[in-house]
């Protein structure tokens, strides 16, 4: 889509808007993904002046892991999704532990290190039905259930949403947020149909797009 440039790492998945008189980037990813994330920002011509804006969803490490390093050099202003999602952000850490046992509890263990990230300073704190100047007006939406305070951002006039990881995309196919990931399952079930029921033409997920 015009406006929007798709950046992203091994795992997850961020998002440049284009606005009138700069930028908005919606999640950083992985903390070994600064270099590779500078340079997609340098060869789209975003410079510190019109980096306006840094969104993160949800203080998971593959989508806030180089926010520090960024934020070093693009002084942009930061938001996060509630004073939770912040502070986890501000420690370093996710917004809530894991529900693995067994076997997937070794593997998380396992790859924790290249979910790790340094501690970042969050600006300011989003509220559910705030606007940013971006598609004609891009909506923060409360989508928690996936983390205690996730986010989406809405277009209504391009029928585009950014997701976070509130959906999961496979291929056509779209569903909730599940498994020992999610944080709380009913309210993961409650912002998908919330989302759902917006018709979205395009969605941009943490971990995939879907297209109608």
Known sequence: MQDVYLLHDSISRQYLVRGNNGYLLIDTGLKNNYTNLLKRLEKIGVDESTLEFVIITHADGDHFGCLAQLMDKYPAMVAASSELEAASIKRGE????????GVKKFLYALISPLFACKPAEIHRILQPGEVFPYLGGLEILDTKGHTPEHISLWSKSTKTLFSGDSIVINGQSLSPSAGSNTWDLELANSAFHLQMDLKPDRIYGGHGIWKR
């Open 94 to 101: 996710s917004s809530r532990p894991l529900k693995a046992n």
